[in-house]
């Protein structure tokens, strides 16, 4: 699996704003990518955190397919829409998982 983690930052009086066209270009534009398995948006507890936005692929190769398509485009092409200060951008592979049912 790799992950893709993006820490968007984002000013308290936008956040509202951010949060509802965030999630319309979610779900607007990442519906049926070849090797995404998860898509996720976290709201940070903390103030002085960003959002992150979680992509789950199946491997890089998916992830870089991503990248160079349309709907990557049309997921950034929203600049008037996105209240973000800054954003850091951090990739993962996964090295250990432990998942359910194997838990209990």
Known sequence: MFVVSNELFVATENREVFERNFAASMHGTLTGIPGLIAARLMRPRET???YLSVLEFTDETAYSAFRASEAFAAAHNWPDHAPIDHARL?????HTEIAAPNLS
């Open 90 to 94: 951090t990739t993962y592979e996964v």
């Open 48 to 50: 002085d955190r960003g």
